[in-house]
């Protein structure tokens, strides 16, 4: 019954703003390390960014530093991830994952996480 589900992707022109959401069922996200990822063909799936379980800290890879920000809604059992100031090269499928393995800190790469959503489509050009 685990199951994650990632929405609000689309398009958008460089300088615009998204927001994903991965929504949770089955589980209570709260308790894990959620990361976002994105892969654009033919390249590797690559870390964007996570949320950390034990105090709410939270990690960026450089390309989107002060564009991007994770977030978290307990209530909702969701994570979100605002995307602003958009940029062709952020053209990709953007997948959320959780790491079943709790207590430690986020991971970076993609083969340490255990549950993946279906991925959601963001596409920026003019």
């Known amino acids: 019954q685990v199951q994650l589900v990632e929405s609000g992707g689309g398009f958008v022109q460089p300088g615009g703003s998204l927001r994903l959401s991965c929504a949770a069922s089955?589980?209570?996200?709260?308790?894990?390390?959620v990361g976002w990822f994105r892969q654009a063909p033919g390249k590797e799936r690559e870390g964007v960014s996570c949320?950390?379980?034990?105090?709410?800290?939270?990690n960026y890879t450089d390309s989107v530093k002060g564009r991007f920000t994770i977030s978290r809604d307990n209530d909702k059992n969701m994570v979100f991830l605002q995307m602003n100031s958009l940029k062709p090269e952020d053209t990709a499928i953007y997948y959320c994952?959780?790491?079943?393995?709790?207590?430690?800190?986020?991971?970076?790469?993609?083969?340490?996480?255990?549950?993946w959503g279906q991925g959601t489509q963001v596409s920026v050009s003019a």
């Open positions: 089955g589980f209570t996200l709260n308790h894990y390390n």
């Open positions: 994952a959780v790491d079943k393995l709790v207590g430690v800190r986020c991971a970076r790469h993609a083969y340490e996480y255990d549950y």
């Open positions: 949320i950390s379980s034990s105090d709410g800290s939270t």
